[in-house]
């Protein structure tokens, strides 16, 4: 049986909690602390397999019981682990064929984490014997309310190329093409004379001479994410039998490349995500928004976990900028505003020695007498009075197409321009939207696309049928579409469809592409209106479409840049270059007009404002991100203060405010209010 619901009364607030690492007397004060910070969930036991199994098969779980009871003690919940992302040095010492293999064929050693190849069946017996342990043992624990399978699957190990994965591959690949026949004809084998006649003569794309074939790197990204997925319902079934109505999740990194996490999200009993700030980033709290709702999204609009982020800097990259004050806050609340109902954070208390010293936490070093712990307490506090925010749905404006294979497949070598990037162009879509005040929702290219009025569809390189089905629909149903250049190209197996480009998306576009046209490094080509592409250009021949904006100058001089295509009741724009800031902006505003989108120019800039309804009520979030006061029209109470609020609301510089009503506070849906 699968529960989807955490057992608590509040929204979830607390870390990774690694007692393993201090003696037992400082337990009792992490307990007491815990609770001063209102802390009501931690996570445990997420590395411990070396000290729960010192020795194949012999088991020390009473420290762990103890955590367990003191935690359950003090009032705090428990997200166990098993601790199957670290496993032992004995464990590898014995099965060496466990150890994960790089492209470039080294044999990856020991010493840190995630030192496991997924297709170890070696691996997946020892993972079985020690979730059994903690099923078995804990299933029944008053303080498990949440089990957490491994961390961050693909995380550090992308993918592993070992001769046992050779043969993984080879059963997937089975599964997927039946015969060789229809391998080779999937693969296009032909070109380059790599026609198989025997499966044993199929490798993964391990480093060759020259480029691999790319549709053989694309079935081997889809078979390590699977590879991994396995490794997680292995576990996932060992814990839904012992431990069961306990619901079970695992912390995606759902804006990172290697996992096709709306595969894995149908796994999962509760979507959780881990998010980073880039911390050198100018506003990064964009690219925080992007990755919430791309969490949300994979939750299919659910509440969700945060499961780690960081009160202040971390520690592994370039530079470990710490957060300015109010800035640990701010990122937060916006993750309960796009609908996170947990505020989680990697770790409790700073670690004394190892790799992550210099890593933030909710304990600082200098103790309770710091401004870290002094914000840690405030926003538990806050957390507790939101308690009504859980469960509430995040009203979204638009829909923004996300698709983990494209990502794959675009960025595979020897495409017209290494310079476009998938990654780039979806966060470039995305931040105008954020910018213009629109709340996004992301959506598998062949999910359903009905209730928005607006679908952004960035570089969409592979386009199966159904999915070009599946916008053509939504344009003819009446529904506006904004797709970007190097989209419609190639199908499942990265070939061609038959005509020119844009493959299955020439007749929803009503255009055909005569060639790609990338621009040299630093080019940039002049558009109408103003606006200035670079990276990329093309040939756009109108087939129906009419041209919005051409081309001023470069290799598409006088030839239609931007186009839009009445089709049914709706209409598509292209975008035949890669267009960026304010000049991808104005596009943008265009599309929403055609879209019925009324436009929220005139709310503050750096104002980050989304909306969550619930049963009875309606939260209005105010996260002004700018150095200078903010002030909106909105009325309401303050979540936090209790005061009224009408007509205006003020939010000074850097904070937050949440504001309640008992109806949304301008209105249903775009324009039908006072903004
Ligand atoms: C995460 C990881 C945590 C911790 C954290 C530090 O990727 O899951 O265990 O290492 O990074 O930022």
Known sequence: MSATKIRLDAIAYGGDYNPEQWPEEVWAEDVRLMREAGVNLVTVGIFSWALLEPAEGRYELAWLDRVLDLLHGGGVAVDLATPTAAPPPWFTRRHPSSRPVTREGHVLGIGARATFCPSSPDYAAACARITEQLARRYAGHPALVLWHVNNE??????????????AAFRRWLRARHGDLAALNRAWGTAVWGQRYGDWDEIEPPRIAPTAVNPAQQLDYARFSSDAFLACFRRERDILRRLSPGVPITTNF?????????????????????DHYLTAELPDNHIDLAMAADLSR????GRPWVLMEHSTSAVNWQPRNIAKRPGEMRRNSLAHVARGADAVLFFQWRAAAAGAEKFHSTMLPRGGTDSRQWRDVTRLGAELAALRDV??????????????????????????PSGDLRYLERVAAHYERLWRAHLTVDFVHPEADLAGYRLVVVPSLYLTTPAAAANLTAHVRGGGTLLVSCFSGIADANDAF?????PGALREVLGLEIEEPLPLRQGETVRLEGGCRGDVWAEDVLPRGAEAVLRYLDGPAAGGPAVTRHRLGRGAAWYVSTRLAGDDLGRVLDRACADAGLASRADLPAGLEVVRRDGAGASYLFLINHGDEDAEVPASGVDALTGAPCEGRACVPAGTVR??????????????????
């Open 253 to 273: 990194m759902a804006t990172s490349k290697p996992i096709d996490y709306w595969r894995w999200a149908r796994e999962v009993d509760v979507v959780a995500n």
């Open 658 to 675: 949440i504001l309640v009503s008992s109806l949304p506070p301008w209105g249903e849906g775009w324009g039908g209010g006072p903004i």
């Open 297 to 300: 999204s994979l939750a299919g």
């Open 153 to 166: 699957y693909g995380g550090h190990l992308h993918a592993c190329y070992c001769d046992v994965c050779a």
């Open 497 to 501: 469809p038959p005509g020119r480009h």
């Open 390 to 415: 859980r469960g509430s749905r995040v009203v979204a404006d638009a829909a923004v197409v996300w698709d983990y294979e494209s990502w794959w497949a675009l960025e595979l070598e020897w495409r």
